[in-house]
């Protein structure tokens, strides 16, 4: 029996996947990525010099902050600036990101270099962080060729060691799906967010189970499906930065 | 003799406008708004229910909150959410957004809902606060039309009393000037933001002398020009909700 | 007709001004400003140095903030040090003063110095916001003058390029007023606040329509008011910084 | 041999003091009260009703804020509102000067109101906290005869059970001293504020050892002479009470 | 090869684990626990009712919080409350803490109650966040015992339907550890914390590359150590839980 | 008659009292204080340099800080860092500690040198600042031990010159006690907060009338009371820090 999500996917398919580069007009590096309903805003944000922590270390720094703006859900929520504080998801999410970009970035070739990558999420349909670090590596790719052509990074370094992507599965109804949107998201028995460099590395691995636990058999399978649809986001990816990097 | 701006338009010319119906899935009424270089999203939310000061009172309310995401401007600027704190700027402006819609709403017509006005940055290049101004009237008219069909606003009920716009004016070496980018703004020795109505009315002038005090003579010539730019601003309007409110 | 307004006055009339000068004991300029029921204590803190951001310009900052006792008003307000934040109309006004301060200081000949303005509001009632501009100036001027008593500013140097003065006008049941108290301010359809210099010069107009839009004969006929007002308050103030500077 | 001060006086006089009753219009009580070279404006802020947890249970609430200026001291002090938070000498002043007025409150008998006393120090030279406490009690006792006047308290009922002043006391070069200014404050070895009813008893004593410790001579003789300065000062306060309260 | 610790112990082998039940005397339940130099103090408070957003549901509530006193660490860390802020990591730890739990509660069964975890670290030294949930767990327990015998809880219901535990696993020099000290942790190229329930079923997988990407296989690695980890603190926490619960 | 207290003791006699040494690993000085129910983890950490206020003062620094585990008490108190702010008894508290220490410490003889005393409370029943004052005593006698050690501190040069301890004292029912647990301190018509050196002199004095006010007998007797009790507390410390300073 073949199973067929709302919107017609198979199990296994990723939803519509685009990347818009130079979005932002200002930015080093830009790029609106698209997973289905979600989009998400990425920009790098390169400057020359590091935090005082990294002075003088011969070596560079990357991080990166994630929100969302007010009506990229289906109910408003309030600005973080308006409440003062950012919330713990925000936090997490933004470290995660960070985490993920530096997982492929060798410092030492990047220099004393900085970039800040802002993903901002103008729609949310589920997936904003895998969204978000999908989208960011281009944006992040577009900043360093940025870097190489004002001389910012040496000559012949190479700061990108890989690709690095990242999708969701989960479990709905007991059949593990990939790249869930938010009407699977809320229904997934166990949740994970598989983040893979582009020759199928693991970088994060982060399952939770929403409900019953979950199997050594279902973790498995979970990471089988985000295993292929990292691959096939890693060879989107390539193509979306292949006019520039050829 | 002719005076030729940097972007090759006359002193008395608008940049290129556009209103994109929409932008935002979720919310009842979204517009992303383009002035030349500056692109704002503004997006309406609508809410049945008022803030508890007016609640039984019958009369609804509209909100405004402007901000920039990080990489709208040429060098990065830190979230506002991560500092803990709202920025002056930023509060003036909201605060302006706010005033001017509320300008043309009947809040008795509008019944006991709320309308907030998001107002986010995507680019600066000068003239973002008019620009928001102008792209959420866009956004506040379809989440009118919105509550209208959804039932939440009284049949027959016209909430609108008009239409509002917003464009800045300046004098940049001694010459009067309509919309100014950012290279501009910054050389304005008299800088003038002016709302107005559909019809010509007034509904804020802010104007700032930046270097020398500005004479009454110097006051009128922007105001002439703002007039003429607002009607024009107007026209575009009308033209970007035609095809719904026909 | 002639029109009588509730106290009295002629709609072309101040309020009773003075202006108390040394107020503040240990500030190098201090002066509690009266407009008829709202007093205003404004206090020049002069230091030698600028921010960081100024250093080695050779030119001085002067900046202003405005604030409130609790008990200003009619009813009690929260401090904002025990909310958290400032508020966005306090923001609005501190910025405003400092704007208007600058325009009639030459930062050149002020040299490397700091002077902050402070505007605490003892009673609030109406024009809080114009009466603060209005005392900031005499503060200034004593606190320039201690500073160059005190060899921090060069002998000679002038840093004042003239004086400044601000004063609310507003449009009541058809009738352009002038310096309108808290019970008309709530009234007016339009309320306009005017900056000028004591030659008549604009430095800043904000005019916001409160109920319907207002037209171009109503703004100048409110500025023509605005104008009189202000060459009115340039002579109160000279006259009150006679003795020392004479 | 007699010792003289640098003010000329005797080591167990007071200050000048003074106290300008209906100093902010608004306000229910207001007193500005003078200790020498200190000035602080105490208003009293009354409303019907009580915070949430005192409800229904038949008693008032009386609480307290300090505050300073940004120029009452010799250099300029940043707000706490641009702080974005209090420090910890205002919570603990703010607290001192509450539980002193609560000291002589019958709560049964001022009822289910609530009186806010703000302290606003304008000029600082020593001894604020201390002329806090004497002026707020001045406020509050025409606040509550205001709610007397208003019929927000009962008819009869008399919420204060006495007064309340507070004086500072020191011992500088081995000698006890009264009403200390600034010049003597920080060369005291011991610093003692001493919280009096009119009729002698002790509401607060707070002792501090700035140098050596002190030993319980020394301690007798500095509450012999706050003993002392606190039973001139209720005098003081039933001459400044004595026109309305006849 | 037999491969030895630091500490002595197999690549397989708990630290010493300990649980010291009702350490904080005023709380519901209470547990001190030691993961060889790892203390955290967890205690849990029971209360009767639930958030706004729960009432009428039935269903009870557990959240947690995580923080670290001072000096927990080897050199002193500022207090997050008098930094104003709570960090990323100590939001994304309290989290994980609250949904680790969350996965072995029956809601329904623990009606409107709501049990809140605190866990202070006493003593940093690596594991920190698995001690703490696996502590949690014990306080949880006795808190909901005291549910019970209180009658907070109805008879014959049984809000726990497990036991939940976590333990640290990560390759050090190609090898895969168990419960990594901080020595371990700072070397470790693959970093991984499990949670999982007292009958082996996964409750959350995080793993992160710290240097290179990890493989399947010692991905594989990692979770068969962690099973085994888990299985052995599940039996110490029922002993730990035995004397009150037989 | 004999006056016995709920717990049994004698109005003057000390609550069973206890320093556990080296409770928290990683700081230089560390002591969990007992007083009956109240324990307080009080640790103290050295750190080379002093804050740029005292730079090249030659003088070294010793500051405080107070808080609470959240279930210390009775019921759970929110942290003061979700809350986001310190709220004034923490601040009020933490600076009376600081200032306690700084009373027996020479600056000179600790030369450029921080200690923080970190005094957290872990179960609170009565006197949580005294027995923080107490305990952080000894906390700090092992500190200046270990900057000696490690030659931080000069040799020969002696920090300390003398120990400190606080004590607290009330009248309950017309007796005055010592060592108010919470049952007692809530019933005190006067409660005072004693701290004095080991050879007896007074460091801080804090009385305050809870109910009525107080008189000079009254005061006398509580000083003799606290007196007395802390005559013991310094045996009681000289006793705790014996083995490591014979």
């Given at each position: 029996?073949?199973?067929?999500?709302?919107?017609?996917?198979?199990?296994?398919?990723?939803?519509?996947?685009?990347?818009?580069?130079g979005?932002?007009?200002?930015?080093e590096?830009?790029?609106l990525?698209?997973?289905?309903?979600?989009?998400?805003?990425?920009?790098?944000?390169?400057?020359?010099?590091?935090?005082?922590?990294?002075?003088?270390?011969?070596?560079?720094?990357?991080?990166?902050?994630?929100?969302?703006?007010?009506?990229?859900?289906?109910?408003?929520?309030?600005?973080?600036?308006?409440?003062?504080?950012?919330?713990?998801?925000?936090?997490?999410?933004s470290?995660?990101?960070?985490?993920?970009?530096?997982a492929?970035?060798?410092?030492?070739?990047?220099?004393?270099?900085?970039?800040?990558?802002?993903?901002?999420?103008?729609?949310?349909?589920?997936?904003?962080?895998?969204?978000?670090?999908?989208?960011?590596?281009?944006?992040?790719?577009?900043?360093?060729?940025?870097?190489?052509?004002?001389?910012?990074?040496?000559?012949?370094?190479?700061?990108?060691?890989?690709?690095?992507?990242?999708?969701?599965?989960?479990?709905i109804?007991?059949?593990?799906?990939?790249?869930?949107?938010?009407?699977?998201?809320?229904?997934?028995?166990?949740?994970?967010?598989?983040?893979?460099?582009?020759?199928?590395?693991f970088?994060?691995?982060?399952?939770?189970?929403?409900?019953?636990?979950?199997?050594?058999?279902?973790?498995?399978?979970?990471?089988?499906?985000?295993?292929?649809?990292?691959?096939?986001?890693?060879?989107?990816?390539?193509?979306?930065?292949?006019?520039?990097?050829?």
């Amino acid at each position: 029996m073949t199973i067929t999500r709302a919107d017609g996917r198979a199990p296994d398919q990723l939803r519509p996947i685009s990347f818009e580069r130079g979005f932002q007009k200002n930015a080093e590096g830009s790029c609106l990525v698209t997973f289905g309903g979600t989009r998400v805003l990425c920009s790098a944000s390169f400057t020359e010099g590091v935090p005082r922590w990294k002075k003088g270390s011969g070596e560079g720094w990357v991080t990166a902050e994630y929100a969302m703006l007010p009506r990229a859900t289906n109910t408003r929520n309030d600005r973080e600036s308006v409440r003062g504080k950012i919330g713990g998801r925000t936090h997490e999410i933004s470290r995660l990101i960070g985490r993920s970009l530096r997982a492929i970035i060798d410092v030492k070739a990047l220099g004393e270099n900085t970039i800040v990558l802002d993903c901002d999420v103008l729609d949310a349909d589920g997936g904003t962080r895998t969204a978000a670090i999908t989208g960011a590596y281009v944006a992040l790719a577009d900043a360093i060729e940025w870097g190489r052509e004002h001389g910012a990074i040496k000559r012949g370094a190479q700061p990108l060691t890989g690709s690095v992507s990242a999708v969701s599965v989960g479990i709905i109804d007991g059949t593990p799906m990939l790249d869930l949107p938010y009407v699977e998201d809320v229904r997934a028995e166990t949740d994970m967010n598989v983040v893979m460099t582009g020759v199928g590395g693991f970088v994060e691995v982060q399952g939770t189970a929403e409900g019953a636990p979950f199997s050594k058999d279902e973790l498995d399978a979970l990471l089988a499906l985000a295993t292929q649809g990292n691959a096939d986001l890693a060879v989107l990816q390539a193509l979306a930065l292949e006019p520039t990097q050829a």
